[in-house]
């Protein structure tokens, strides 16, 4: 490093703290962010294609950060930070797992007050992170919210990435059948993409399968993206799985995986994952664009 003179040593040195401590400071906020209720849920409609009626509701976290510079006090500005700014900090230092316990309680508190409210009960589809899935007390943890908020069963659904479940080992099973047996339903998130053994989806107590949104993108234009979800959707019928096109931003999109037979799709062109209030009013009846 010397060799390449005191400036340029500096400049990589200055660089590499610059990023840790952005980091670090990012994380120091994060400790702290559960307690302060800085987490937010909003909730991402998933429609029926043949219908185009609501089917379920993703859930999906965000993080109402103070932001930088911000006056304090009770109106401060605030930025929504998406869950990929802060998701791996979470897995890395192991605080998915409360925050995870927090997504799925709350998501259920959420569909108890909504049902208090005479609204229609709709699933709701909640992300399960591999180091989530993971930990020794999920299964517990689970049974605990279902029994103190009194969900049905049946209107959670969990989804879990390939890589998490090929992560996991010989505990996978285990986890996946006794969630199962508890009335949850299990999808496999970004289809597709991961370590992708299809043996498992024979093993597993799957129900769904998630087409990942790169599949979907460029659907129109690539005869390649069409042939792969052909295949995917010949493979789903077979073995009885449904499916869900994730990203779906364009009426072309659209059509294209209706007449593949694609049952289930979520994504812009339906609506944005939407803050409680809004998905209510949704809830309340306000018919899909
Ligand atoms: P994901 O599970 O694949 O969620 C779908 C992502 O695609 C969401 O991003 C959603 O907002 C976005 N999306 C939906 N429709 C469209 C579309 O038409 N076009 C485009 N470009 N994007 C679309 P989001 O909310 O930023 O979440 C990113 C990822 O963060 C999620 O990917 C999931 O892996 C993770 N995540 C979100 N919430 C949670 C959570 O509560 N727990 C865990 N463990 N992970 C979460
Ligand atoms: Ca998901
Ligand atoms: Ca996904
Ligand atoms: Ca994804």
Redesign the pocket.
Known sequence: AKALGRNNYQFFDQGMNQAAARRFELESNLRGALLRSEFELHY?PIICTATRRLHAL????RWRRRSEGGAGGADANTVLV???EF?PILEENGM?VPV?EW?IRTACEQSMAWQRQGLPAVPLA????AR?FMHDGLVESIRRIVGETGIDPALVEF?ITETALMQHGGQTLDTLRQINDMGMRLSI??FGTGYSSLAYLKRFPVRKIKID?AFVRELEASSEDRAIVAAVMALANSLQLSVVA????TEGQYQLLGGQGCQLA????FAR?LPAGEAARLLRGSALQ
Do not use: A
């Open positions: 991402q993703e859930v999906l976290l998406g869950p990929d998701i998915i995870g997504v909640i992300n399960l992170s989530q989804e998130d970004d949104r994730e990203g779906v931003e979520q994504g812009y062109l994952p």
